[in-house]
């Protein structure tokens, strides 16, 4: 059985940094792992992914701001958040791929991940 367990979270004014955690163990398949968050009212959305290849992507609002990385066997990965905006505010997610099948790019959507943390907040004050 797959378990993700974020750290990491907490508050900060705009501006400021912080850097999440997870920690990924048992059945998880690491072929693309990332990060979400939600905020109240509103989807859950990507933030960044990263394949086991070392490529990343990264949603258009946090490009420059954020860095996702990974330990080499993927059991951490790392969220860096700097400049952070009142607007960044949310739950944040860790997740891992749904399958084991060997995938041609990470350039996937949320569905495709099957395995969740259970998230961490993160508050940024104006």
């Known amino acids: 059985q797959a378990q993700l367990e974020e750290s990491g979270g907490g508050s900060v004014q705009a501006g400021g940094s912080l850097r999440l955690s997870c920690a990924a163990t048992?059945?998880?398949?690491?072929?693309?792992m990332g990060w979400f968050r939600q905020a109240p009212g509103k989807e859950r959305e990507m933030v960044a992914i990263?394949?086991?290849?070392?490529?990343?992507t990264y949603t258009k609002s946090v490009k420059g701001r954020f860095t996702i990385s990974k330990d080499n066997a993927m059991t951490t990965l790392y969220l860096e958040m700097s400049s952070l905006k009142p607007e960044d505010s949310a739950v944040y997610y860790c997740?891992?791929?749904?399958?084991?099948?060997?995938?041609?790019?990470?350039?996937?959507?949320?569905?495709?991940?099957?395995?969740w943390g259970q998230g961490t907040q993160v508050t940024v004050s104006s």
């Open positions: 048992g059945s998880v398949y690491r072929r693309c």
């Open positions: 997740a891992a791929d749904r399958t084991s099948r060997p995938r041609a790019t990470c350039t996937i959507g949320r569905a495709d991940f099957g395995s």
């Open positions: 990263i394949g086991s290849d070392g490529s990343t």
